[in-house]
T-cell receptor
Framework: KAGVTQTPRYLIKTRGQQVTLSCSPISGHRSVSWYQQTPGQGLQFLFEYFSETQRNKGNFPGRFSGRQFSNSRSEMNVSTLELGDSALYLC?????????????FGSGTRLTVV | AQSVSQHNHHVILSEAASLELGCNYSYGGTVNLFWYVQYPGQHLQLLLKYFSGDPLVKGIKGFEAEFIKSKFSFNLRKPSVQWSDTAEYFCAVSGNNNDMRFGAGTRLTVKP
């Protein structure tokens, strides 16, 4: 079965612009989570969606937002980009709402802000 | 707040050496514990997980981890590492609050 698909793989944006990243979870997975990965910081939790509802949110500013569609696909948006937003953004999907089976991760979108 | 600490930022070992990577978490309720691995250029993969029962869990590629509730620890071990184990390892915790928190990661370099 297809894995978690993230598009695009790479993005270069300038400060002040906005960006939208997309994630298609594994078929049947209803939970989608987003993480920001940077060297030395590990994975920082952004938010988690289940059945189109945001259930939890990490400690990121309001410039970071997301949504989930009825087919479980998810998008995250970052507005007014800053240099510090340069990172690998990972999407992970889970079969159920309790993460008993862990996550399946996508390959990520590498965002570079210049 | 839920948090995960990984003690070692970078570990360098020779092949056949034994490995132990530390992980401590802070969370008041029932937790599920995970170790993920990220090989160079690849995406994160689940190595092993603990939900309940036997506190010693075995994962893929000869890895195991022991949950010690009294110490809030979930250390990863492997008796004899190989060059192909060179990767970054992440400990993660999930509880009842609908998210999974990760440690900062430990980079393992195995010298041939």
């Amino acid at each position: 079965k297809a894995g978690v698909t993230q598009t695009p793989r790479y993005l270069i944006k300038t400060r002040g612009q906005q960006v939208t990243l997309s994630c298609s979870p594994i078929s049947g997975h209803r939970s989608v989570s987003w993480y920001q990965q940077t060297p030395g910081q590990g994975l920082q939790f952004l938010f988690e969606y289940f059945s189109e509802t945001q259930r939890n949110k990490g400690n990121f500013p309001g410039r970071f937002s997301g949504r989930q569609f009825s087919n479980s696909r998810s998008e995250m948006n970052v507005s007014t980009l800053e240099l510090g937003d340069s990172a690998l953004y990972l999407c992970a999907s889970s079969l159920d709402r309790t993460f008993d089976y862990g996550y399946t991760f996508g390959s990520g979108t590498r965002l570079t802000v210049v | 707040a839920q948090s995960v600490s990984q003690h070692n930022h970078h570990v360098i070992l020779s092949e056949a050496a034994s490995l132990e990577l530390g992980c401590n978490y802070s969370y008041g309720g029932t937790v599920n514990l995970f170790w993920y691995v990220q090989y160079p250029g690849q995406h994160l993969q689940l190595l092993l997980k603990y939900f309940s029962g036997d506190p010693l869990v075995k994962g893929i590629k000869g890895f195991e981890a022991e949950f010690i509730k009294s110490k809030f620890s979930f250390n990863l071990r492997k008796p004899s590492v190989q060059w192909s184990d060179t990767a970054e390892y992440f400990c993660a915790v999930s509880g009842n609050n609908n998210d999974m928190r990760f440690g900062a990661g430990t980079r393992l370099t195995v010298k041939p």
